[in-house]
């Protein structure tokens, strides 16, 4: 069993920007894919960024240029670094780890954007 925590999550302004961590317990971290999903209210839990364990990543269009996703093997982190932060990136943030059929998710952090 892999147990997830994120933190990071707050209320920011408009072209601002958060980093969003996601801690994983257990020993098999560098060999799990790593991703960020997000989830707005009446809306469906969407991908926000995936990372390999090889580091190969991936974006969904609304967030390209815009957020970057990285991994810490040595701390068992997986990051979400947000910039030029927009209203529309307001939902809870979800951690997402994989490892062949096997998914796991943390509990969520809230990220609001308004002025």
């Known amino acids: 069993q892999v147990q997830l925590v994120e933190s990071g999550g707050g209320l920011v302004q408009p072209g601002g920007s958060l980093r969003l961590s996601c801690a994983a317990s257990?020993?098999?971290?560098?060999?799990?894919?790593m991703g960020w999903y997000r989830q707005a209210p009446g809306n469906q839990r969407a991908m926000v960024a995936t990372?390999?364990?090889?580091?190969?990543?991936n974006y969904a269009d609304s967030v390209k240029g815009r957020f970057t996703i990285s991994r810490d093997n040595g701390k068992n982190t997986v990051y979400l670094q947000m910039n030029s932060l927009e209203p529309d990136d307001t939902a809870v943030y979800y951690c997402?780890?994989?490892?062949?059929?096997?998914?796991?998710w943390g509990q969520g952090t809230q990220v609001t954007v308004s002025s």
């Open positions: 997402n780890a994989g490892l062949r059929a096997n998914n796991y």
């Open positions: 257990g020993s098999i971290f560098r060999v799990m894919r």
């Open positions: 990372i390999s364990s090889a580091g190969g990543t």
